[in-house]
Every structure is written in C-alpha cells, then in structure tokens.
C-alpha cells in the first residue's frame, strides 16, 4: 500500500462513487451496525497505522512504526517483498528510486545493498539513516511496541511465489507474534498457497475498489488489450484523448504532458494487481469483484478476512461476512467524514493514513481539521 492511501486514483475515483447520489448497488446505503470479532478482540475496531504512520516518518520504516505507536494505534499495515538473494524486506514499491538515496528493484537487488542505502532522508534530513527493514525486524518490532495487529501486505510476485510464500510464513510462523498477524494480500494465489503449506495463519483477501467507473473513459478503445500494464510506455497511452488527462489530473495525477499523467495512473492501478496483469485481465477483475460476496464464495479455498476498499462496504456484505465466520477490514477510509460512515460500521479493523483522526473517532473526541 502507498503513502496516502494504494493510489491517488483509487482514492479519487472512490470518492466520486460514495458521494451521495452516486452510490453503486452494494455500496454502503444503510447504517446498521454488525459485530465482528478481530485478530484480537478487543471489543473495538482495531485502528492500523498504514505503512506506520506514513504521513508524519518516512513510510514502512522503524520510524513510522514507533511514531504509530506514539499515536496509540493498535497495529500498523506494511508491504512485504522478496530480495535477489531471497530475504523479504518491507517496501511498498517493487523499486526504491522513489523513497531512497539508491536505485533499482528489489527483486534484482540483495539485501546487503539495500541496507546499504538510506530509507529516510527523501522524507525529511531528521529521519537520514533510516534502513529497510527486514519481516523478521518487523516482527520483533510490532512485538517490543506491544501492538494487537501486525498486518502483512505480500506484494505479487513474477517468479518464486512458491518461495516467497513459504519463507513468509516460516518467518512468521518462528516469531511470538504469530497469533496476532494478519497476511493479506491482492493475488488470491499467493494466499491460496498460503492456505495449504500454513493454515493456520490468519489470511485476509485485499479486494481493488470498485473501478468501475473506468468504463466511462472508455480506455479499452485505445488500450493495449494484451501488453501487462506495467510494461506500457507513451507510445501506449499517446492515442487516449487529452481530456482523460485533465480529468485526472484534476483529481490530482501529477504530470507534465498528457503521458506522463497517463503512465501514472496506470502505475497506480498496477500496485493493486497481481503482476503482470493487462488492460483485459484488469476489466476481468473489475467484472469478477463487482460483487464480492460471489467473488469471496468463488475463491476455492478459505480465508479468515476480507480486507476491502472502504467503497465496497455495505451492511449486505458485512452480514454476509458475518455468516461465513469471516471478518472485514477495511483500507484507506482517510477523510473525516469516510471514517465516521466505516466506524460506524463496526469491522474488525480500518487501515488508514489518518490513525490519529481515526482513534479520536473511535473514541467519541471532536475532531480539529
């Protein structure tokens, strides 16, 4: 997950489906309040600090952790990717050019190099110095801070899923804080995996927003239908309409040309979609998750949550949920008055970039904006 929520995109194209007058079927429209139990019941909605307390230290760092603690979250949300030499480190991005002194990704780096670089100054010059983080240090951490929550976001993998999974679950599987871990994640095969080589570890199913608003820039016309969107270049995007461009930035696309713009929107949808996904098989998921009581029915194995965008949450799907023995948690809900509508709700657990404004809710505290 990014800083300030999966995408600026999902955020903004979620927005324009919750305001009301605009709500999709299966979109919130009630208020009914349904309990459900959590990773640890608290008898509260467990507030998790997404990528630690991301808007105040630099994201999924030892320091975002501690400030999320300071706040007084219960837990915090964090993305996990596998190394060159096969150890798995917390970064959201399958590059660090963005949130490092270095360049490169990941999975063609080792952990050696990594550590070689600093995670903190791109942030602020207080946070120079700050290292990647190994699960195991994330571990240990999530244990010393005491938190009720530790919830794991596996990133997609392109090769050695297989590995990746199974060194995850070891890793966690060898730490005290394996009763209280949640592994979630966007691809259903990597929990499927998950599922069958460890049960017994809490698996929560990350659903994409509904995007279905997509359909009414109708990009497939000039889209790549077979290309994997992570793959696409200017030339790719150079036929969509100008428009499409400003309309997006409008909701806050950053860019100098209309491409520009365009390639990064697409990136943002890639880093909620199993890797290598196209144009196709992005309409396919959309279509597929459109209802998601069917979507969790038609999984093939069990899971124990369902994690999902705060703009498919409804009592419908919270009383179903409930009957199938499985929870909700819901991601990114991070405006007032998005928190306010989720909490009243009553899921297991929010993940947002608002902690602070989220347990003042919880708490029945007026808030300042």
Known sequence: MKKNGKSWMCAALAGI??????????????????????????????????????????????????????????????????????????HHDNSIDNTSDGSGYISQM??????????????????????????????????ELDFSVLNLELKPVSEDAEDFVHLAADTIQASPMADRVMVCSFDSQLLKELKAYAPEIHAAMLTIPDLSILSLFNLSVFMPKDKPLRDYTMEDVARIPEGVA????????????????????????????????????????????????????GLGFSIDSLNCHFNSLSSKLMDAMEERGITVNVWTPDKEWELKKVLSFNPAGIITNEPETALEIREGKSVEL
């Open 17 to 90: 489906l919750w305001i009301g007058g605009s709500v999709p079927a299966g979109s919130m429209q009630e208020d009914r309040i349904t309990e459900t139990e959590g990773i640890e019941d608290t008898g509260e909605v467990l507030i998790q600090a997404h990528a630690g307390a991301s808007s105040i230290a630099p994201e999924n760092t030892m320091a975002a952790f501690r400030a999320a603690k300071e706040i007084g979250a219960d837990g915090i949300e964090t993305d996990v990717r596998m190394t060159k030499d096969h150890h798995l480190v917390l």
């Open 110 to 143: 080792t952990l050696e190099e990594l550590k070689a670089c600093d995670f903190g100054s791109w942030f602020g010059q207080e946070y120079a110095g700050e290292k990647i983080l190994t699960l195991e240090e994330c571990l240990t951490a999530a244990e």
């Open 246 to 297: 400003s309309l997006l930035r409008s909701f806050g696309a950053k860019g100098n040309s209309k491409e520009e713009i365009l390639l990064e929107t697409i990136a943002d949808i890639t880093a909620v979609v199993p890797v290598n996904t196209t144009w196709n098989e992005l309409e396919e998921m959309i279509e597929e998750q459109s209802d998601l009581v069917s979507f969790v029915d």
